[in-house]
């Protein structure tokens, strides 16, 4: 398998508000946009579409045989973003609240991982890790240490 790009789907109740939020919160990211129901929100190696819930309702629970829900009580899914130090997670995580989403986790080291990671909601309850993995946790991994 030659994978050439990766994109998450999920469905929001609000398409405006998920557009102002994602906005807000990813103000260095410019490609955000909202276009018949479907908010792109392109992240470094990542496309995240956000897709109104009926529209998405229509056409993937025809292709998967499954409900879609939006429920701010359940998690079925985390998205995780690794960021370049403690700080640019704490910082990050400082801004949630005041573009519309929700801290559900102040950010603290998995002592067992080595990792610093803290979690927040967005306006429909989709749940996001900010995380800060160490060099020596990327090497033991192979990941690329963005320092």
């Given at each position: ?22 906005k807000n ?42 409900n879609v ?32 989403g929700t ?45």
């Open positions: 398998m030659n994978i050439t790009s990766t994109i998450v789907y999920l469905p929001v109740a609000f398409p405006e508000v998920s557009v102002t939020f994602y919160l990813f103000s260095e990211t410019p490609e955000i946009f909202l276009e018949d129901g479907l908010i792109i929100v392109e992240l470094p190696s990542l496309n995240l579409y956000l897709i109104d819930k009926n529209r998405y309702e229509a056409y993937y629970s025809l292709k998967t045989g499954r829900e939006i429920s701010k009580d359940n998690v079925s899914t985390i998205i995780s973003c690794v960021l370049p130090s403690e700080e640019d997670v704490n910082i990050a995580l400082a801004n949630v609240s005041a573009c519309g801290v559900t986790s102040k950010a603290t080291t998995n002592e067992a991982l080595g990792i610093y990671a803290g979690y927040f909601s967005d306006p429909d309850g989709h749940i996001w890790e900010l995380a800060y993995y160490p060099p020596e946790y990327n090497r033991v991994l192979n990941f690329v240490n963005p320092n």
